[in-house]
């Protein structure tokens, strides 16, 4: 098995910045992509930004230009960030840090919740 923790999340004003981070322990194996949903409430849950391994980061159009999502700098690959700046009310959300493995699929993290008042 793998856990994912996440931390980071909190309250903050529109046009505040938050980093969440997302640490991977236990049955690691080869990694095909790192990344980040979140999940508003009564939406359904959406890509927020993941990176493949090898290859580049990819965005939700919404959040391209404010949001940078990267790796740990060991290249271990057991760390994901999001760093999010301008945030936005339309932000709020659970966000959900997710690791793919080859042979052993999609894990989850717990979540954590970050607001954005307005």
């Known amino acids: 098995q793998v856990q994912l923790v996440e931390s980071g999340g909190g309250s903050v004003l529109a046009g505040g910045s938050l980093r969440l981070s997302c640490v991977a322990s236990?049955?690691?194996?080869?990694?095909?992509?790192m990344g980040w949903f979140r999940q508003a409430p009564g939406k359904e849950r959406e890509v927020v930004a993941f990176?493949?391994?090898?290859?580049?980061?990819?965005?939700a159009d919404s959040v391209k230009g404010r949001f940078t999502i990267s790796e740990d700098e060991d290249n271990a690959k057991n760390t994901v960030y999001l760093q999010m700046n301008s945030l936005k009310a339309e932000d709020t959300g659970v966000y959900y840090c997710?690791?793919?493995?080859w042979g052993s699929g999609r894990y989850w993290g717990q979540g954590t919740q970050v607001t954005v008042s307005s």
């Open positions: 236990g049955s690691i194996a080869r990694l095909n992509a």
């Open positions: 997710y690791r793919d493995q």
């Open positions: 990176i493949i391994d090898g290859g580049s980061a990819n965005y």
